[in-house]
């Protein structure tokens, strides 16, 4: 921006108002005739053509000025442009000065490409990975073991034991009388309703095979008295256990410590809700038909569940 | 959310919405799409589809078959079909966007015209909202013009610049990044076309096309008549016989043909001088004005701006680019709470 009085006359030769001044010398204009055709004072095109320019601040109006009396003169601008740019640079040509900006500089070459792709397929890859963890914890929400108000883990029973504690003590009857009735039941339970298809399954097992292997139609002969009469429990330890009993009131039916060889018996309102402590010597009857402790006994051989519910 | 991921994947856009050519700058990557803003519509029943956008759509205009549409969306620097243009916006941004494998949603500023009404600079913003741009900035053309030539607008200096473009020019006075005074006609490279196209039919008695009429302008359109004279060859239909004829013309003529739009950009000119504050006036008289746009391209209409006024008048470089790249300037600063260049809606 400012002259350069040491510079070389081969380099002055090469300066934008060196080669303007003599264009125009060559075509005869006069610095008047110029400064009138461009609208500028005579004595900012005298400072031009001496590369004088430091009365123009901002670049844009500098170099416009050289390109207009460039095309004034039929002159290549590029020409003049690039003298200028020679001379001043091009960093202040276009940027506003004011306030510094922000600018990402331009990516070329392969490793800014790479550079994003890796980035993007990292951010994919953690997108998928999250997606993935959601999906196994929202699995692992729905297997969560739900527990019975008295704490029995109803899903580590066999479903077979789970489902036959549902039935109703009126549907039950009605199949096992019909099925396959035994001396024992037909007394008791009526002959009227036909089988609904849940208690088909349970109705081609007889009582003696529920008593020893299948729990859950063991249970089932024991609902049919219950709607006859009042139900019975009849418990005999073979070792010392704690047990306590309540029937649907609420009401202990047994309570407390029983001795080994002891038996004790019971009557009241089902469902029971029964806490026997040492449950593997302990045999439980219901109208006379054994319950099968086992599946209600947890590891610290307390056997904890509702029966006739 | 999501909008934001796909942002992750997106680059910040400056979009010069012109009623000729749509420009598209990209934030470190400068100038990426310069197209013309036409959109080819085929029509098969009652669906309407994208046939062509851009140079191809061009291309189709005047030489269309019966179900196809070629039209040009923006009219008066302003939308004037919505639909298209929203489409015409999702075209272009995908375009840039050629590399993902996402649905682009960047960040977008838009130039409007500084005279454009709430409602049109509304629809401009959800038209590109509807392209799928993430956020939406506006900027008045002429301010983001003047950043693009590289004028001091930050600085307590008037700066001047007249921003000739397809469908209006905008004149404005800037100082201390704000727009002083602006002024806006309806009068640009169009009405420059459509002025040839009439004369043509009043001297010649022959229609010529909209292509053919900005070809006359490119190549020997004038706006003072010193220079040689030019000549073109043209071939447009007679109406009187019905059968295509050729014809000579030559630059003084279309200088002719100019003369009404050329007049009003001079008349809008020169009332933005005489409605300017003294002070800025003086640095106006002092500095000049710059020319920005497509239509700074007419050749010496910078001679005759600097005959009308008395000041010097500037061509800025790269004209048809200025507003494009001063919006690309102003989203980069953005990041620097510049937010007094951005336009209200």
Same mark, same amino acid.
């Given at each position: 921006?400012?002259?350069?009085?040491?510079?070389?006359?081969?380099?002055?030769?090469?300066?934008?108002?060196?080669?303007?001044?003599?264009?125009?010398?060559?075509?005869?204009?006069?610095?008047?005739?110029?400064?009138?055709?461009?609208?500028?004072?005579?004595?900012?095109?005298?400072?031009?053509?001496?590369?004088?320019?430091?009365?123009?601040?901002?670049?844009?109006? $500098?170099? /416009?000025? #050289?390109?207009?009396?460039?095309?004034? *003169?039929?002159?290549?601008?590029? =020409?003049? !442009?690039? &003298?200028?740019?020679?001379?001043?640079?091009?960093?202040?040509?276009?940027?506003?000065?004011?306030?510094?900006?922000?600018?990402?500089?331009?990516?070329?070459? $392969?490793? /800014?490409? #790479?550079?994003?792709?890796?980035?993007? *397929?990292?951010?994919?890859?953690? =997108?998928? !990975?999250? &997606?993935?963890?959601?999906?196994?914890?929202?699995?692992?929400?729905?297997?969560?073991?739900?527990?019975?108000?008295?704490?029995?883990?109803?899903?580590?029973?066999?479903?077979?034991?789970?489902?036959?504690?549902?039935?109703?003590?009126?549907?039950?009857?009605?199949?096992?009388?019909?099925?396959?009735?035994?001396?024992?039941?037909?007394?008791?339970?009526?002959?009227?309703?036909?089988?609904?298809?849940?208690?088909?399954?349970?109705?081609?097992?007889?009582?003696?095979?529920?008593?020893?292997?299948?729990?859950?139609?063991?249970?089932?002969?024991?609902?049919?008295?219950?709607?006859?009469?009042?139900?019975?429990?009849?418990?005999?330890?073979?070792?010392?256990?704690?047990?306590?009993?309540?029937?649907?009131?609420?009401?202990?039916?047994?309570?407390?410590?029983?001795?080994?060889?002891?038996?004790?018996?019971?009557?009241?309102?089902?469902?029971?809700?029964?806490?026997?402590?040492?449950?593997?010597?302990?045999?439980?009857?219901?109208?006379?038909?054994?319950?099968?402790?086992?599946?209600?006994?947890?590891?610290?051989?307390?056997?904890?569940?509702?029966?006739?519910? | 959310?999501?909008?934001?991921?796909?942002?992750?994947?997106?680059?910040?856009?400056?979009?010069?919405?012109?009623?000729?050519?749509?420009?598209?700058?990209?934030?470190?990557?400068?100038?990426?799409?310069?197209?013309?803003?036409?959109?080819?519509?085929?029509?098969?029943?009652?669906?309407?589809?994208?046939?062509?956008?851009?140079?191809?759509?061009?291309?189709?205009?005047?030489?269309?078959?019966?179900?196809?549409?070629?039209?040009?969306?923006?009219?008066?620097?302003?939308?004037?079909?919505?639909?298209?243009?929203?489409?015409?916006?999702?075209?272009?941004?995908?375009?840039?966007?050629?590399?993902?494998?996402?649905?682009?949603?960047?960040?977008?500023?838009?130039?409007?015209?500084?005279?454009?009404?709430?409602?049109?600079?509304?629809?401009?913003?959800?038209?590109?909202?509807?392209?799928?741009?993430?956020?939406?900035?506006?900027?008045?053309?002429?301010?983001?013009?003047?950043?693009?030539?590289?004028?001091?607008?930050?600085?307590?200096?008037?700066?001047?610049?007249?921003?000739?473009?397809?469908?209006?020019?905008?004149?404005?006075?800037?100082?201390?990044?704000?727009?002083?005074?602006?002024?806006?006609?309806?009068?640009?490279?169009?009405?420059?076309?459509?002025?040839?196209?009439?004369?043509?039919?009043?001297?010649?008695?022959?229609?010529?096309?909209?292509?053919?009429?900005?070809?006359?302008?490119?190549?020997?359109?004038?706006?003072?008549?010193?220079?040689?004279?030019?000549?073109?060859?043209?071939?447009?239909?007679?109406?009187?016989?019905?059968?295509?004829?050729?014809?000579?013309?030559?630059?003084?003529?279309?200088?002719?043909?100019?003369?009404?739009?050329?007049?009003?950009?001079?008349?809008?000119?020169?009332?933005?001088?005489?409605?300017?504050?003294?002070?800025?006036?003086?640095?106006?008289?002092?500095?000049?004005?710059?020319?920005?746009?497509?239509?700074?391209?007419?050749?010496?209409?910078?001679?005759?701006?600097?005959?009308?006024?008395?000041?010097?008048?500037?061509?800025?470089?790269?004209?048809?680019?200025?507003?494009?790249?001063?919006?690309?300037?102003?989203?980069?600063?953005?990041?620097?709470?510049?937010?007094?260049?951005?336009?209200?809606?």
């Amino acid at each position: 921006m400012t002259e350069r009085h040491d510079t070389p006359i081969q380099d002055t030769l090469h300066m934008p108002g060196t080669l303007l001044k003599a264009e125009r010398e060559r075509q005869g204009l006069s610095v008047d005739t110029v400064a009138r055709k461009l609208n500028l004072k005579p004595s900012l095109v005298d400072d031009f053509e001496r590369n004088q320019f430091d009365k123009v601040q901002i670049a844009a109006y $500098r170099r /416009g000025y #050289l390109r207009s009396y460039a095309r004034l *003169l039929h002159m290549d601008e590029a =020409i003049i !442009v690039d &003298a200028h740019d020679r001379q001043f640079g091009r960093e202040d040509a276009s940027t506003p000065r004011a306030a510094p900006i922000q600018t990402i500089k331009p990516r070329s070459g $392969r490793p /800014g490409r #790479l550079g994003r792709i890796v980035f993007r *397929l990292f951010t994919l890859l953690v =997108i998928a !990975v999250l &997606a993935g963890l959601t999906l196994v914890w929202w699995q692992s929400r729905d297997n969560t073991p739900d527990v019975t108000d008295d704490g029995v883990d109803t899903t580590a029973l066999p479903a077979s034991e789970s489902i036959t504690q549902i039935p109703t003590p009126i549907e039950i009857p009605d199949t096992t009388a019909q099925v396959s009735p035994t001396p024992e039941q037909q007394d008791t339970a009526p002959t009227t309703e036909p089988a609904t298809p849940a208690t088909e399954e349970t109705a081609p097992s007889t009582p003696e095979v529920a008593d020893s292997a299948t729990p859950d139609t063991s249970s089932a002969p024991v609902a049919t008295d219950a709607d006859t009469a009042v139900p019975t429990l009849a418990m005999s330890f073979a070792q010392d256990s704690w047990v306590r009993i309540t029937d649907s009131s609420g009401k202990n039916v047994i309570s407390g410590l029983q001795t080994a060889g002891t038996t004790a018996q019971a009557e009241g309102t089902p469902p029971f809700r029964l806490t026997i402590g040492n449950a593997s010597h302990v045999t439980l009857r219901l109208n006379g038909e054994q319950v099968n402790l086992a599946p209600h006994t947890r590891s610290n051989n307390v056997a904890k569940f509702t029966l006739n519910q | 959310m999501f909008k934001r991921l796909r942002g992750l994947f997106s680059s910040d856009l400056s979009i010069d919405l012109g009623t000729a050519n749509t420009l598209i700058y990209v934030r470190g990557r400068g100038i990426v799409l310069d197209e013309p803003s036409v959109v080819a519509i085929r029509q098969s029943g009652n669906m309407r589809s994208v046939a062509a956008v851009g140079l191809d759509a061009k291309r189709m205009l005047g030489r269309t078959p019966g179900n196809i549409t070629a039209i040009r969306p923006m009219k008066d620097g302003v939308i004037a079909d919505f639909t298209v243009t929203e489409q015409m916006l999702q075209h272009f941004i995908r375009k840039v966007h050629q590399s993902t494998f996402l649905t682009p949603s960047p960040r977008v500023l838009v130039c409007v015209p500084c005279m454009s009404t709430q409602v049109e600079r509304r629809a401009i913003k959800e038209s590109a909202e509807g392209a799928g741009a993430r956020e939406v900035f506006l900027i008045e053309e002429p301010m983001a013009a003047a950043i693009g030539a590289g004028l001091p607008v930050e600085e307590a200096q008037g700066s001047m610049v007249v921003d000739i473009g397809g469908g209006t020019t905008e004149i404005a006075i800037i100082s201390l990044s704000g727009v002083v005074y602006s002024e806006s006609v309806r009068v640009g490279g169009d009405r420059f076309d459509e002025a040839i196209t009439s004369y043509v039919r009043r001297h010649y008695g022959s229609l010529i096309g909209e292509a053919t009429a900005e070809r006359i302008k490119e190549e020997i359109g004038s706006a003072w008549p010193e220079g040689e004279l030019l000549e073109i060859d043209v071939r447009g239909r007679n109406l009187a016989e019905g059968v295509p004829r050729s014809f000579t013309l030559n630059s003084h003529e279309i200088l002719d043909a100019l003369q009404e739009p050329l007049m009003s950009i001079v008349a809008a000119v020169k009332s933005a001088l005489e409605q300017s504050p003294p002070e800025l006036a003086s640095d106006i008289a002092d500095r000049g004005l710059v020319l920005t746009g497509g239509g700074a391209l007419l050749r010496d209409i910078d001679k005759l701006l600097a005959e009308e006024t008395g000041l010097p008048v500037i061509i800025a470089e790269d004209p048809l680019t200025c507003v494009a790249r001063g919006g690309g300037k102003a989203l980069e600063m953005i990041d620097q709470h510049a937010f007094e260049l951005l336009a209200s809606d």
